[in-house]
């Protein structure tokens, strides 16, 4: 079917009017902003090695733009079963306190009303009895959403259950299989982050582990051409209990909405936030060398 000219120029006189194109949500931390915001009917991959922190980044993501827009998030993230435990991680980050006792004190039970009042609604959890991504997918765009805008989360994607014919490789099985969250997240108009494991990476001469890109994804080159956006969160694991994170935007493919490069954040063990590192912002220019 050939789109009428006419339809087409409805549209972009629509999107003039309004300001021009359009802009993304804020990431919530102001060095991210300048790299990367969350477009509707885009997909976002987001990579790192094991206990590099990316399922702590994603949460804490979604929290800021909770408490920036009206979203709401439907989240398939087996790892941190039991549920419990996730809301318990998520209401750390969104009161700022960690959750049970310490030298630091904790979430009062009226802070834990306020947050887990404030959560309904906004994060909601899939739980399906076989998790494949296409029943995932058509459960949580039918949800309704009350002029809220709708994030999905898969994390991770080797917690799925796949089915693949015998006949299909894994990197055609792979390429179909995110051409339809593809035409899913367009038609929706909604945002998916889809984390998903490097394969078995060999520590350099320093003894550190690389930063992964897309193409070190497990099963298929098909991560990097087919996401819009890419993002690898990568720490020094070599180094004690350290809480400086690198947020590496490695592709963007809307430049209004963001470019590739290095932010630096600080995370807090004992609330689960992350925080500005300006110290450290001259990484920033890693992807320009």
């Not at 359009?22 to 902003?33: I, L, Q, R, T």
Request: charged share 20%; with cysteine; net charge neutral.
């Amino acid at each position: 079917m050939i789109v009428p000219h006419l339809k087409i120029r409805s549209a972009v006189e629509e999107m003039y009017a309004a300001g021009g194109l359009p802009k993304g949500s804020p990431a919530g931390w102001p060095s991210v902003d300048k790299l990367y915001t969350v477009g509707l009917g885009q997909w976002t991959l987001l990579t790192g090695a094991p206990h590099s922190g990316k399922s702590e980044f994603l949460d804490a993501l979604m929290v800021n733009l909770a408490k920036q827009e009206p979203w709401t998030f439907v989240i398939y993230s087996p790892e941190n079963w039991p549920l419990a435990l996730h809301h318990s991680k998520i209401i750390e980050k969104y009161v700022g306190k960690p959750f049970g006792p310490g030298p630091t004190p904790r979430v009062t039970s009226e802070e834990l009303d306020d947050a887990e009042e404030w959560m309904r609604g906004k994060f909601l959890f899939a739980k399906p009895d076989h998790p494949n991504i296409f029943s995932i997918l058509e459960e949580a765009v039918g949800v309704p959403l009350l002029g809220s805008k709708l994030g999905i989360v898969i994390d991770p994607w080797n917690q799925l259950d796949h089915y693949r014919p015998a006949a299909m490789s894994e990197t055609e099985y792979i390429s179909q299989t995110l051409t339809h969250c593809i035409q899913v997240v367009r038609a929706a108009n909604c945002h998916l982050w889809i984390v998903a494991h490097p394969a078995k990476m060999l520590r350099g001469k320093d003894g550190k582990l690389p930063i992964p890109t897309p193409n070190d994804v497990s099963g298929s080159s098909h991560w990097w051409a087919k996401s819009d956006n890419c993002i690898c969160v990568w720490r020094d694991q070599n180094e004690e209990d350290c809480q400086d994170v690198q947020i590496h935007v490695q592709k963007v493919r809307f430049k209004h909405q963001g470019r590739i490069g290095v932010a630096v954040l600080k995370y807090d063990r004992v609330s689960g936030r992350y925080f500005e590192q300006p110290a450290l912002r001259s990484v920033a220019n890693y992807y320009d060398k």
